[in-house]
């Protein structure tokens, strides 16, 4: 099956871009591109060409590459390998959206009444979720996703009800070294 491929951009409104500016979460700094005719982006628009200093976060499942992180949204993408879930889990406060870009997967869920279900998920399909919803990731083969939430600025917003690896509820703060 192929990968399903694309570029991205941000483009946020000067706003923003002056707050992250000044108090930027982002662990990368990110040589601006030059357009091809020479232009400059306008105010406002973040181009960025690889991500060499981005912050990578190892998990027993797998990485995390964050791409992008300020007080409005996270951005991140993840990797799991085949065989091995996410913990499944659920948030107080953090709403998430994911499209996944390669592999197969299934996510498990909470339905309406309260059962857990399960729907694989192709390159190209989105899953979003909001608080309180149970929810995991399981990696039928190696798969990777973009991930779009709110942010969790402390980490402590992820409650495990289970997970392979027995860690505790929270960042845990040995994955972030």
Not at 52 to 79: C, H, R
């Amino acid at each position: 099956m192929q990968a399903f491929k694309f570029s991205w951009m941000v483009i946020l409104p000067g706003a923003i871009v002056d707050k992250i500016r000044d108090k930027s979460d982002s662990k990368y700094d990110a040589a601006p591109i030059m357009l091809p005719d020479g232009a400059k982006a306008a105010e406002g628009v973040r181009i960025v060409s690889g991500l060499s200093g981005a912050q990578v976060v190892v998990k027993p499942w797998g990485k995390e590459t964050m791409l992008s992180k300020n007080p409005e949204y996270t951005f991140k993408k993840i990797e799991i390998k085949a065989g091995y879930e996410t913990s499944l889990q659920y948030h107080k406060k953090k709403s998430e959206t994911i499209i996944f870009v390669s592999g197969r997967a299934r996510v498990v869920f909470e339905d309406i009444g309260g059962n857990l279900r399960c729907v694989d998920m192709p390159p190209g399909s989105i899953f979003e979720t909001r608080p309180p919803a149970i929810h995991r990731v399981v990696a039928l083969t190696d798969i990777s996703y973009y991930e779009a939430s709110t942010p969790d600025p402390l980490g402590e917003d992820v409650i495990r009800l289970r997970d392979g690896s027995k860690r505790p509820d929270g960042r845990i703060d040995l994955e972030y070294r």
